[in-house]
């Protein structure tokens, strides 16, 4: 490997010149777009051929995981259930939420930096080498898949766990594994994946390999029906598995929030303990998840960590002593399924926060740890009365029509009400990698489609499904904002032309308002949630 990158500038770190050259593989196109060349799977193996990593790969062993919902879930605690056991793990998922090597996790940590320059430059100067017109240089998620696979042979890892990063019969992560898994299914990416449930099923179940066994969740009637053809014709045993009786937790709660979770660590344990069985580990392979659990296996469920699911970070910028007056509820969910799972998870953590005074909250300093239950007096917190702010984008391949009724209806049934939703660009653009992949925080800033989110939000709220976008400008301008820091200020929403704009009014509205603590749900992006955590911690 040529470490003398001699062209780099004294003002770029060796790291920051990654992140540029991965920003390059970045392709602004949609991933639906057939021009893409690089993105065309029948390169996969062309591209592994050109890292001599054919031989390596086939001796992974490997445990695949697609789905909708909860495929990230279930390979953080099936990383975690394995690490308990004693085996030397590597752990493959997306997106990330703040730093690119978060994909990339050995022993349930991220790679070093050192690792990962070193990895990163032996596999993109190969490529770069041998590719060509006929094989030019893979897309992105093709890329960083490469990389993964380079990263886990290299250091020997006893089990590769791959996250599906979209759909799967296509997807770069398809490779030959010891057992798959398939989590809940619904309607995301149907651009690419097809319009009919029944469509998006076939997709998924295109990690199916010949006479290797694969476990499923309870699904739409339509998507087993497709999960079972599938299987059948590919001699797959496949097995649907319920959710886990929290009993077998010994009182202990899992690592990951919410109750979906459950059914994303039945479907672990099954993955788990057929690769015990599939790979000879019988001494810890034998269990009946009706009966008991070994204790490595609860070691690794009670303290599986993944940040930006289910999460409750307190604003650090408040004062200590005031730390629980504005706390975030962070969830990347951007599906209507998701969406309705994640309004419940809300209503029920801060119903439980106000009940118990207490705190669910995950570590910064220590990805590896689980999510601690801290108990803290808030200097009179329990006096003082919640209000919920929802804090919101989603992209534009994406229907806000279908993802708020679900947030609204499920939240009002728990009896929560949103006083304000806050409609924000994320500051993450798509096309660069890193802390220096920041978007315009400016007024310039191209909010049509905040304005659109705002009118089927108070379209939903007021209960006034034909107001046009005329008579909806006009209830907007009857609402003044005294900090004039929004750009548009509704009745029950504002839109700022940028994420720090944000925070900051949510900053000087808790100091304005000391009675009062701030419970704000951020959730339609993953990528938002990402910035959230990094100005939550500044």
Not at 213 to 240: G, I, N, Y
Not at 419 to 437: E, T
Not at 507 to 520: A, E, H, M, P, T
Request: hydrophobic share 40%; net charge negative; proline share 4%.
């Amino acid at each position: 490997m040529d470490q003398a990158k001699g062209s780099q500038k004294a003002s770029v770190t060796p790291y920051e010149e990654v992140l540029d050259a991965l920003s390059s593989l970045i392709t602004k196109r949609s991933r639906a777009d057939p021009s893409i060349k690089g993105d065309r799977f029948d390169l996969l193996f062309d591209y592994i051929k050109i890292l001599d990593l054919e031989e390596p790969i086939s001796k992974l062993k490997i445990i695949h995981v697609a789905g909708t919902k909860g495929k990230g879930s279930t390979c953080t605690f099936t990383e975690a259930i394995l690490r308990n056991c004693g085996f030397h793990t590597g752990l493959f998922t997306s997106p990330h939420l703040i730093d690119i090597r978060e994909r990339f996790r050995l022993d349930g940590m991220d790679i070093c930096e050192e690792k990962f320059l070193a990895y990163f430059w032996w596999c993109y100067d190969r490529l770069k080498e041998n590719t060509n017109d006929d094989v030019p240089m893979p897309t992105f998620f093709r890329f960083i898949t490469l990389l993964a696979f380079k990263i886990f042979t290299a250091e020997q890892v006893d089990v590769a766990i791959l996250e599906v990063g979209l759909g799967g019969r296509f997807d770069s992560t398809n490779v030959a594994p010891i057992v798959c898994g398939i989590s809940s299914l619904g309607y995301d990416h149907m651009e690419i994946l097809g319009n009919t449930i029944g469509e998006i099923a076939g997709e998924k179940a295109g990690i199916f390999k010949h006479g290797v066994p694969a476990f499923t969740v309870s699904q739409p009637d339509e998507a087993m029906r497709v999960l079972e053809e599938k299987a059948s014709r590919l001699d797959v045993h496949l097995q649907v598995v319920p959710p886990l009786d929290a009993n077998l937790l010994n009182g202990i709660k899992l690592g990951l929030e919410g109750e979906h979770q459950y059914l994303n660590a039945g479907l672990a344990v099954a993955l788990c303990s057929t690769w015990l069985q599939r790979t000879g580990h019988l001494e810890v392979a034998n269990l009946q998840q009706n009966s008991s659990l070994p204790e490595q296996f609860i070691r690794g469920l009670t303290t599986a960590s993944l940040q930006g699911r289910a999460q409750i970070v307190p604003d650090q910028h408040i004062d200590i002593e005031r730390s629980g007056d504005l706390v975030f509820y962070l969830d990347g969910a951007h599906s209507p399924e998701s969406m309705e799972v994640c309004a419940r998870w809300f209503s029920l953590a801060i119903k439980e926060d106000s009940q118990q005074q207490t705190l669910n909250y995950q570590p910064q300093d220590d990805t590896r740890s689980s999510n601690e239950l801290i108990q803290r007096d808030f200097g009179g917190r329990s006096r003082k009365n919640s209000t919920q702010i929802l804090l919101f984008n989603c992209m534009s391949v994406r229907d806000p029509q279908l993802l708020l009724p679900n947030l609204l209806k499920t939240c009002a049934s728990h009896g929560v009400h949103f006083k304000k939703a806050l409609l924000v660009p994320n500051i993450s653009v798509y096309h660069k990698v890193g802390s220096h992949a920041l978007s315009s925080t400016d007024s310039q800033v191209d909010l049509s489609w905040q304005f659109t989110i705002q009118r089927v939000w108070e379209n939903l709220v007021q209960g006034k499904k034909g107001v046009d976008a005329q008579s909806m400008d006009a209830v907007c301008e009857e609402v003044k904002d005294d900090t004039e820091l929004c750009v548009k200020n509704c009745a029950n929403s504002a839109v700022f032309s940028s994420l720090p704009i944000a925070i900051k009014w949510l900053r000087d509205y808790v100091q304005q308002n000391q009675s009062i603590r701030f419970q704000v749900l951020v959730t339609g992006s993953i990528h938002l949630v990402g910035d959230v955590l990094k100005l939550a911690k500044k």
